[in-house]
């Protein structure tokens, strides 16, 4: 009989930011960074995105599948009757708005009075999420009113998710042009992969904690400036160079000085992003027939210069269109301020932060991974009076 000698377990490993570790399987996104493609629970991203609803895009996420038209009028209705704020948001958002605290910060601050709302209750993930995705909307667009001085504007049950908000923002229902414009962009970066805020999700679910604390969390990690991105800085580009004439000598000066060119290069994605596409085409859509046609047309040239340029100066790293420069665009042309982009994408990705939270609860377990200690060792106590 021979024993078997089992190797011992490989020792832990150091990865920097957790890079190129796999932390958690999803069936919610595919991000392939090579092939610059999307795919949003199997269906690619510039199929899904320009044509769903947006409730259609969070139903899938959450229920593995998209709605039959009985189930898509039941969703709608569920979200459409919890839109109203708790009482003890009110307040709070005056506070903030008296204060001019960012959006993204009161949007932090008051995402924890919606546990105080009816149906929040964390027994059924997906009933508690209904709530809390369809107030958050309301919780921005309330909160961005108060700071321009002007009454919050309440929600309408008749209007979908992408309407609503917009009518919320300005008290005005928005032509079908522009809800389709925000519904594409809602679509679009509803969920992307386990980046930062969608992983501070999944860790605080994976305790055990509720719903609304996982949201919050990853409020407060998407309002980092290193994973919220920065599309105002994009449009402002475009803004400053003004004329597409003056587009080349603009960038090569910033090139020359090694100034990011915004809008432009992705982390993941070593090809052009997928969702610059979706952006893209849905601006070009919605610029044919409202907006500012000049604007669009000279986003268009800068875009292509920079292109040609970043290929010229840095040929070995393929920079592409990334997400934030039509997302800039787009939402400029929706009558959205830069003030209002950050929020804006929280309102989508709030959807794919509660997809993730009720996949984890179904099938994991507590993220708990490991630390490398590097600090000093052997040392002893000593009283205060005896320390040099």
């Not at 506070?95 to 993204?104: H, S």
């Not at 669009?296 to 920079?306: H, P």
């Amino acid at each position: 009989m021979t024993t078997e000698v089992l190797a011992p377990p490989a020792p832990p490993v150091f990865v920097s930011g957790l890079a190129g570790v796999v932390a958690a399987q999803t069936r919610l996104s595919q991000v392939d960074g090579e092939a610059g493609e999307l795919l949003i629970a199997g269906y690619p991203v510039e199929d899904l995105a320009p044509q769903a609803s947006f409730e259609e895009v969070a139903y899938l996420l959450w229920h593995g599948a998209l709605p039959t038209a009985a189930q898509l009028a039941e969703f709608r209705a569920s979200l459409a009757a919890q839109r109203d704020l708790p009482p003890a948001a009110r307040p709070l958002l005056q506070a903030a708005a008296g204060a001019q605290l960012p959006v993204m910060d009161a949007l932090r601050l008051a995402a924890g009075t919606l546990g105080l709302a009816a149906g929040s209750d964390d027994a059924d993930l997906r009933a508690a999420g209904v709530g809390l995705l369809a107030r958050t909307a309301t919780l921005v667009a309330a909160y961005w009113r108060l700071c321009q001085g002007q009454t919050p504007v309440p929600p309408r049950a008749d209007l979908g998710h992408a309407a609503n908000y917009l009518y919320m923002l300005t008290g005005e229902a928005p032509s079908a042009e522009r809800a389709r414009g925000m519904e594409t962009y809602l679509n679009t970066v509803v969920d992307h992969g386990l980046n930062a805020s969608t992983f501070t999700a999944r860790v605080i679910i994976s305790t055990g904690s509720d719903l609304v604390s996982a949201v919050v969390g990853a409020i407060g990690a998407l309002k980092g400036p290193l994973h919220g991105g920065a599309p105002g800085p994009a449009l402002d580009m475009v803004f400053e160079i003004g004329e597409a004439g003056r587009a080349e000598t603009y960038l090569r000066a910033k090139l020359d000085r090694r100034e990011r060119l915004m809008g432009f290069g992705h982390r993941v994605y070593k090809v052009r992003d997928p969702r610059a596409d979706v952006l893209a085409a849905a601006a070009e859509q919605f610029f044919n027939t409202d907006g500012d046609r000049a604007l669009y047309a000279l986003a268009r040239a800068v875009e292509q210069t920079a292109v040609r340029l970043l290929a010229e100066r840095y040929p070995q790293h393929r920079y592409q269109t990334n997400v934030e420069y039509y997302t800039a665009l787009l939402l400029h042309g929706l009558g959205l301020p830069s003030g209002l982009f950050s929020p804006t994408f929280a309102v989508s990705r709030a959807a794919g932060w509660i997809a993730h939270c009720i996949e984890h609860q179904a099938t994991g377990r507590i993220i708990r991974p490991q630390s490398e200690y590097i600090g000093p060792r052997d040392r002893r106590y000593a009283p205060p009076a005896e320390r040099a």
